[in-house]
């Protein structure tokens, strides 16, 4: 699964389909838009979102450039 996060940024309702998507995807990858990078940093975000998940999944990040790649075990 893709998911682009841009000017908006990591709002309550990206983290819910992040979380909602992993009940149903290994493997999920976030681009992160220019218009998102330009006041944000990736390495930042990634953390955010995978100490969201953690509670409830066991996380692995890869970073890229502006793409994070989630590994999600259950």
């Known amino acids: 699964m ?3 996060i841009g000017k908006n940024g990591l709002t309550d309702g990206v983290l819910e389909h992040i979380k909602n998507a992993c009940n149903t995807h290994e493997e999920i990858t976030v681009n992160y838009l220019q218009s998102f990078t330009a006041a944000n940093d ?3 975000a990634t953390n955010t979102i995978t100490a969201y998940l953690d509670p409830l999944h066991d996380v692995e990040a890869e970073i890229r450039g ?3 790649t989630l590994h999600i075990e259950d």
Do not use: G, L, M
């Open 66 to 68: 502006n793409t994070a």
């Open 42 to 44: 990736v390495e930042d």
């Open 2 to 4: 893709k998911i682009q």
